[in-house]
Each structure stands twice: as structure tokens, then as C-alpha cells.
Nanobody
């Protein structure tokens, strides 16, 4: 029911910033909790941030204070503002959606975007 398309990835130097966007289809977008996950080279996929339909948020400890997740239900879009980027942030970032309830567990998300590459050079 939901299609997700990420954008905004790219190459940035350490200490820089990027803003990722995830555009969603569907008229029920506002009822979905949204999450960002990432997979770095040689590592498994990890939770980054999530936001509920009521704008409750959660963050991985590794990004707390540097990344901010937000959503604009009128535009069917969720964002991930990434500041003070580190080389360890290099990964493919994917957005995901699930009905109603926020979760940090990737297996609980039903819909996934294709991912966007973020590369942070030192």
C-alpha cells in the first residue's frame, strides 16, 4: 500500500551535514510510523531513528544529538537531518514504514525504500 523513495544522499566531509528525504505514497501516510535504518560496509543493518504519527521520536545512541528525524504529513515526507557527520556514519540509509506504532526493530516494518548512499570522508 505504501511506496517509499529516499533522496538526499551523497559524499560529504567529516563534520558536514546532509538532509535525507523519504517521499511516501498513499493517503494513509499520516497513520504510519516511520523509521530510518542504515547498513555500513561489513556490518549488519542497524536502527537509526524513528517517528510516530504523533511525532514521538526515538534515536540510536550513536546518532543522538547529531541526527533529527521529522515528518511533514501534508507532503507525505519524512526527513533525517544529519549533522556533525563522521566516517562511521557511512552507510546505505533506508526509510521504512509500519502502521501506527513506533519500533526500533527492522523486522516489524512492512514497507521499505530502495536506500540512498551516504559517504563521509575523513
Amino acid at each position: 500500500q505504501v511506496q517509499l523513495v529516499e533522496s538526499g544522499g551523497g559524499l560529504v566531509q567529516a563534520g558536514g551535514s546532509l538532509r535525507l528525504s523519504c517521499a511516501a505514497s498513499g493517503r494513509t501516510f499520516s497513520t504510519y510510523a516511520m523509521g530510518w535504518f542504515r547498513q555500513a560496509p561489513g556490518k549488519g543493518r542497524e536502527f537509526v531513528a524513528a517517528i510516530s504519527r504523533n511525532d514521538n521520536t526515538g534515536y540510536a545512541d550513536s546518532v543522538k544529538g547529531r541526527f533529527t528525524i521529522s515528518r511533514d504529513n501534508a507532503k507525505n515526507t519524512v526527513y533525517l537531518q544529519m549533522n556533525s557527520l563522521k566516517p562511521d556514519d557511512t552507510a546505505v540509509y533506508c526509510c521504512a514504514a509500519r502502521p501506527w506504532v513506533i519500533s526500533i526493530h527492522e523486522y516489524e516494518y512492512e514497507y521499505w525504500g530502495q536506500g540512498t548512499q551516504v559517504t563521509v570522508s575523513s
